[in-house]
């Protein structure tokens, strides 16, 4: 008799029976119908929502790169805030400060993205370095123009190396030998020290006796080049020390002066001699009378700061309209730069 085997009703074993089949039976025509029902009302909504939320963040987040808040762009308000010093500062300073600066944004070291700040910068750079450009800017901003002169009338003052020879004399503002005023005792002071007095003496007339040199070595020495006396320290010795060099000059040509006198003769002196070279034991040929020279170069000095001011006056406007363009100018160069290297440059 014929074994019966039994016939499944699935084509396949089991083992190789499809996933899907029992996921397929679970699909009723209603199930469909409800899952579309609520993909379209539910799901895709939220789809939609969620994806329009990320592009919203994402563009916001590409346009505050781009935007001036981004990176707080600085807003130099003046020449002296683009190169980060004082208005007050000296010429090598904003020198210091400028080359820093082209060191970052210098479009061989940052790219093309910097050219334009760069090219600001030389011409801030340009304007601050010139002293007459600098006075003009600094009168259109209204604040006192830079002066390298210290107009300090007391009886002290900052003493500074003396320039080396064959360079030019520069008037400081300030005498150019140095003041030892408030240190002299109480016991070698007299009037000319109230009245604070300092000595000069008129190179041009000295002899060379050494006289003076002798009654007050602290104070006064015989000048290497020219061989003429000097005083090198004001009040180095006592009153009566001083007094007693004055008089024992054969040719009178040690004075007492004020601190205002003592500048202005001191700096022509220098000048002069300067324009000299060394005369080490040559008599001068001209003989040429001192103080005139001082009445001369303070009225010369006076006629250059009127039209300096005059000039500085007409330039003044010329800055004003210049500086609106230029921080335009500067805005839009800014924008260009790389975030990392503006904060960096100009924070
Ligand atoms: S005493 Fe008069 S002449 Fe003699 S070295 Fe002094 S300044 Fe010159």
Same mark, same amino acid.
């Given at each position: 008799?014929?074994?019966?085997?039994?016939?499944?009703?699935?084509?396949?074993?089991?083992?190789?029976?499809?996933?899907?089949?029992?996921?397929?039976?679970?699909?009723?025509?209603?199930?469909?119908?409800?899952?579309?029902?609520?993909?379209?009302? @539910?799901?895709?909504?939220?789809?939609?929502?969620?994806?329009?939320?990320?592009?919203?963040?994402?563009?916001?987040?590409?346009?505050?790169?781009?935007?001036?808040?981004?990176?707080?762009?600085?807003?130099?308000?003046?020449?002296?805030?683009?190169?980060?010093?004082?208005?007050?500062?000296?010429?090598?300073?904003?020198?210091?400060?400028?080359?820093?600066?082209?060191?970052?944004?210098?479009?061989? @070291?940052?790219?093309?993205?910097?050219?334009?700040?760069?090219?600001?910068?030389?011409?801030?750079?340009?304007?601050?370095?010139?002293?007459?450009?600098?006075?003009?800017?600094?009168?259109?901003?209204?604040?006192?123009? !830079?002066? /390298?002169?210290?107009?300090?009338?007391?009886?002290?003052?900052?003493?500074?190396?003396?320039?080396?020879?064959? /360079?030019? +004399?520069?008037?400081?503002?300030?005498?150019?030998?140095?003041?030892?005023?408030?240190?002299?005792?109480?016991?070698?002071?007299?009037?000319?020290?109230?009245?604070?007095?300092?000595?000069?003496?008129?190179?041009?007339?000295?002899?060379?006796?050494?006289?003076?040199?002798?009654?007050?070595?602290?104070?006064?020495?015989?000048?290497?080049?020219? @061989?003429?006396?000097?005083?090198?320290?004001?009040?180095?010795?006592? /009153?009566?020390?001083?007094?007693?060099?004055?008089?024992?000059?054969?040719?009178?040509?040690?004075?007492? +002066?004020?601190?205002?006198?003592?500048?202005?003769?001191?700096?022509?002196?220098?000048?002069?001699?300067?324009?000299?070279?060394? @005369?080490? !034991?040559?008599?001068?040929?001209?003989?040429? !009378?001192?103080?005139?020279?001082?009445?001369?170069?303070?009225?010369?000095?006076?006629?250059?700061?009127?039209?300096?001011?005059?000039?500085?006056?007409?330039?003044?406007?010329?800055?004003?309209?210049?500086?609106?363009?230029?921080?335009?100018?500067?805005?839009?160069?800014?924008?260009?730069?790389?975030?990392?290297?503006?904060?960096?440059?100009?924070?």
């Amino acid at each position: 008799m014929a074994t019966v085997v039994p016939i499944s009703k699935s084509p396949l074993p089991c083992s190789t029976q499809s996933p899907w089949s029992s996921s397929l039976s679970f699909w009723t025509p209603k199930k469909a119908a409800n899952f579309v029902a609520w993909t379209t009302k @539910v799901a895709l909504p939220l789809a939609l929502l969620f994806k329009g939320l990320q592009r919203r963040a994402t563009m916001r987040h590409c346009r505050s790169r781009t935007s001036p808040a981004y990176g707080s762009i600085p807003n130099p308000r003046t020449l002296y805030d683009f190169l980060g010093v004082d208005h007050r500062a000296d010429t090598s300073t904003i020198r210091k400060a400028y080359l820093a600066k082209q060191k970052m944004v210098h479009p061989d @070291v940052a790219g093309d993205n910097a050219q334009e700040v760069s090219m600001l910068l030389n011409s801030a750079f340009d304007v601050l370095r010139d002293p007459e450009k600098r006075s003009a800017y600094d009168a259109s901003l209204h604040i006192d123009p !830079h002066v /390298e002169d210290d107009d300090d009338d007391g009886p002290t003052w900052p003493w500074t190396a003396k320039e080396r020879r064959g /360079e030019k +004399v520069i008037y400081k503002g300030r005498p150019r030998s140095r003041s030892l005023w408030e240190r002299v005792p109480d016991e070698d002071r007299g009037d000319r020290w109230e009245q604070q007095k300092f000595l000069f003496i008129d190179e041009l007339k000295c002899i060379s006796c050494w006289n003076c040199v002798e009654c007050a070595p602290k104070s006064i020495c015989m000048d290497a080049d020219h @061989v003429r006396a000097r005083v090198y320290a004001q009040w180095g010795n006592s /009153e009566d020390d001083l007094e007693w060099a004055v008089k024992s000059c054969p040719v009178e040509c040690i004075s007492w +002066v004020s601190r205002q006198e003592l500048q202005v003769l001191e700096h022509v002196t220098a000048e002069h001699m300067n324009s000299m070279g060394c @005369v080490r !034991h040559r008599p001068f040929t001209k003989p040429t !009378h001192l103080p005139h020279l001082a009445e001369k170069w303070v009225e010369r000095r006076r006629r250059d700061s009127e039209m300096a001011r005059k000039r500085m006056a007409l330039a003044s406007k010329h800055f004003n309209v210049t500086m609106e363009q230029f921080q335009q100018q500067l805005r839009s160069a800014m924008l260009k730069l790389p975030p990392d290297l503006r904060q960096a440059a100009f924070s």
